[in-house]
């Protein structure tokens, strides 16, 4: 990807607005810290504005993580609008894309606990049982929790408390970008999805705006 350097395009991320793009992914990434959810530098937040991709940078803590960090990406020319010098991409760009790609206007990435945990635990359920853990999702019903999130990107309204709700579980690879095509399966496979959970590592979540997305990570 193309890139411009330095600070040629601040105006991109200069705001005093609370709910711009560079604020809110700083805001996110506090917070699910403070959560538990992201340690040190792991996990990743993006949001889409219009043409433009605000990038939370590889290689910042999560906690101390400032509007002056993130990175802008040009949506449809794929090319960098703004690299902060001395920093990295982050290594989930191309997943957060492959959201951005289905209609999402936010993607969250955590290394959630619990998170990692229902992914061990759909696994050995499986091997008890006999039955391979690739071919498997996380399946939940009748538990309020689940009433905070759509039905589906084609659906309306939100999953009630006896709706099942189904969340993919692909297998993690050594390297972050190397998930994207099974990211991308699991979307396609699983169109109501708005997660996909990372066995042994985290979850992807996604949704129409940053209010949803928070919500349905959050749940």
Not at 24 to 51: D, P
Not at 92 to 113: K, N, V
Not at 153 to 180: C, W, Y
Not at 193 to 206: D, F, K, Q
């Amino acid at each position: 990807m193309s890139h411009k350097n330095g600070h040629d395009h601040d105006h991109l991320i200069a705001s005093d607005d609370p709910n711009h793009p560079a604020n809110l992914i700083c805001t996110l990434c506090r917070n699910f810290y403070n959560l538990g959810w992201v340690g040190g530098t792991g996990g990743g937040t993006s949001i889409r504005q219009g043409s433009h991709i605000f990038i939370a940078p590889s290689g910042v803590q999560k906690e101390l993580m400032q509007p002056t960090n993130i990175f802008v990406l040009d949506y449809s020319g794929r090319s960098y609008l703004r690299k902060p010098l001395n920093l990295k991409p982050s290594a989930c760009t191309p997943l957060f894309l492959a959201a951005f790609d289905r209609g999402a206007g936010c993607c969250i990435h955590t290394h959630s606990q619990w998170a990692v945990l229902v992914s061990l635990l759909v696994d050995q359920e499986a091997r008890d049982n006999g039955q391979d853990p690739k071919d498997k999702c996380f399946e939940i019903e009748m538990i309020e929790q689940i009433k905070g999130i759509p039905k589906g990107r084609s659906k309306q309204g939100m999953l009630g408390f006896f709706d099942r709700l189904r969340v993919p579980i692909i297998e993690n690879t050594a390297h972050e970008e190397d998930l994207t095509q099974s990211l991308e399966e699991a979307m396609e496979k699983y169109p109501d999805a708005y997660a996909v959970l990372v066995r042994r590592h985290g979850v992807y979540v996604w949704g129409d705006d940053v209010q949803k997305a928070k919500t349905q990570a959050e749940r």
